[in-house]
């Protein structure tokens, strides 16, 4: 499968700051990223998407950027809040038989 | 929004049994779902792509023999594990694209222990 890695296994972060998480990937054809928050027991849970043509995309609290010079994005929660306590995954996708392969997990925790 | 389901949700086995996964896309329909596994603080591994009406592909190492996939309707794929041992305890998770939407959905997931 492909190789998708993340730079940071764990990461705990004070209530109401911003949490920043990383993802590297290594194929250079794969052209949509998806992040994923996956909490404890459960499956994962979309939280956003970008494609290749892109470099940044906005939610909800939540920004993900993708620079695709040094195949690396990076998922941006704002105002960190003990809900987003969970697992996450950078997913890439190649287009071709829309099959996702996922990066090793961050695991965030927020701190009250 | 497109929902997965996924039935059991827990399943306890002896060793030697086999063991049933359900993938249901509730209000869509999917030509293909994927099966994932994901042990113990760990990320979640592609373990094979169903195709509704076909074959399915297994990614390399996944015993198809051991891991029987049947994609029967256009929602819905099972996975069974056959004579199952504590080795293949682990999180089963399904996903089914919504082409319409462009992403991707995951079920909730399946836990097996095998004793």
């Known amino acids: 499968g492909e190789s998708v890695g993340l730079h940071l296994p764990t990461l705990s972060v004070q209530e109401g700051d911003n949490s920043i998480i990383n993802c590297a990937y290594s194929?250079?054809?794969?052209?949509?990223f998806i992040w994923y928050k996956q909490e404890s027991g459960k499956g994962p849970q979309f939280i956003i998407d970008?494609?290749?043509?892109?470099d940044k995309r906005q939610g909800q609290r939540v920004t993900v950027l993708l620079n695709k010079t040094v195949k690396h994005l990076s998922l941006q929660i704002a105002a960190t809040q003990p809900g987003d306590s969970a697992v996450y995954f950078c997913a890439e996708n190649t287009g071709t038989g829309n099959q996702f392969y996922f990066g090793t997990g961050t695991s965030l925790t927020v701190i009250p | 929004g497109a929902v997965v389901s996924q039935h059991p949700s827990w399943v306890i086995c002896k060793s030697g049994t086999s063991v049933k996964i359900e993938c249901r896309s509730l209000?869509?329909?999917?030509?293909?779902m994927f099966w994932y596994r994901q042990f113990p603080k760990q990320s979640l591994m592609l373990m094979a792509t169903?195709?509704?009406?076909?074959?399915?592909?297994?990614e390399q190492g996944v015993e198809k023999d051991k891991f029987l996939i049947n994609h029967a309707s256009l929602t819905l794929s099972t996975l069974t594990v056959t004579s199952a041992h504590p080795e293949d305890s682990s999180f089963y998770i399904c996903?089914?694209?919504?082409?319409?939407?462009?992403?991707?959905?995951f079920g909730p997931g399946t836990r097996l222990t095998v004793l």
């Open positions: 169903s195709n509704e009406g076909s074959k399915a592909t297994y």
């Open positions: 996903s089914a694209p919504q082409i319409q939407q462009g992403t991707q959905y």
């Open positions: 209000d869509f329909q999917a030509t293909t």
């Open positions: 194929n250079s054809a794969s052209d949509y």
């Open positions: 970008i494609r290749s043509n892109m």
